[in-house]
């Protein structure tokens, strides 16, 4: 079992979920509008790992993998670029979780960059953003660097 959990015990008391269970997690989005300082869109969830209760409620990692997308996409659209030929990376990322999000269908995204400044080569930005009207909510920072890398 993962990281020894059968021989040391705590198999039982952790979570199936952040073992494996994410990875039965998947969602489409369903629409996105792409401005010069935001970016706004909904995400539909086809799929998802049930939970003890049976019940759906969107987790935290999936969330921030729903935020992260969108960073990625308006710093390509910002750049100009259509194809993404480049990594971005993550400098920061802070969630406050303030409701369950239980719904499956349309649950509004927004990202709003209120920050963007290029130096050594790299673009740098940040970002508030807002999942289902406030229900989780935070800050992002990304980078990119300015030009693709050259291929091997």
């Known amino acids: 079992m993962l990281n020894g959990f059968a021989e040391n015990g705590y198999g ?3 979570s199936d979920y952040l073992r494996a269970g994410y990875k039965e997690d998947d969602f489409e989005l369903t629409s996105i509008v792409v401005e010069e300082k935001r970016v706004i869109g909904t995400v539909r969830v086809n799929r998802f790992f049930s939970p003890m209760d049976g019940e ?7 969330g921030t993998i729903w935020i992260q ?3 990625v996409i308006y710093a390509f ?11 971005v990376y993550l400098r920061e990322f802070s969630m406050k979780c303030r409701s369950r999000i239980v719904n ?3 649950i509004p995204l927004e990202l709003a960059v209120t920050s963007r400044g290029e130096r050594g ?8 953003y807002d999942i289902d009207a406030g229900g989780f909510v935070g800050r992002i920072c990304w980078f990119m660097d300015a030009r693709p890398q050259a291929q091997a």
């Open 77 to 87: 659209h910002d750049s100009g670029v259509t194809v993404k030929d480049r990594e």
């Open 69 to 71: 997308q969108f960073a």
């Open 121 to 128: 080569g790299r673009i740098f930005y940040r970002a508030e």
């Open 104 to 106: 499956l269908e349309n």
């Open 12 to 14: 039982p008391i952790s």
């Open 56 to 62: 759906f409620h969107l987790s935290s990692a999936m």
